[in-house]
């Protein structure tokens, strides 16, 4: 069983930037592959970026692609979300999710087994 746990969520001008982070706690965290998803008040919950256990394979959702960066601590159970140029689109409940590797990075909700509470970002003009 792997429990995560999202923060650094917050409120931002449209530009400014925030540091999305989800610490691991559990099984063997460094076998997972990680990803984050948002969802904004009355729609899906929607891919953003995950990134396999070795960090050697990233994947980002169109929308993000060029302003935000996935990576992560593996000595600190940790994965973080870089967030710059952030536009109010991007205003959702940023939620960490994790999955054991299997050397691809699925993009679908039901890929992933284990989900954090999630964080707001909420982003104004």
């Known amino acids: 069983q792997v429990q995560l746990v999202e923060s650094g969520g917050g409120s931002v001008q449209a530009g400014g930037s925030l540091r999305l982070s989800c610490a691991a706690s559990?099984?063997?965290?460094?076998?997972?592959?990680m990803a984050w998803f948002r969802q904004a008040p009355g729609k899906e919950r929607d891919f953003v970026a995950a990134?396999?256990?070795?960090?050697?394979?990233?994947r980002y959702a169109d929308s993000v692609k060029g302003r935000f960066t996935i990576s992560r601590d593996t000595a600190k159970n940790t994965v973080y979300l870089q967030m710059n140029s952030l536009k109010p689109e991007d205003t959702a409940v940023y939620y960490c999710?994790?999955?054991?590797?299997?050397?691809?990075?699925?993009?679908?909700?039901?890929?992933?087994?284990?989900w954090g509470q999630g964080t707001q970002v909420t982003v104004s003009s």
């Open positions: 990134q396999t256990w070795s960090g050697g394979v990233s």
């Open positions: 559990g099984r063997t965290f460094s076998r997972y592959t």
């Open positions: 999710a994790g999955r054991w590797d299997s050397g691809n990075v699925p993009t679908a909700r039901y890929e992933y087994n284990y």
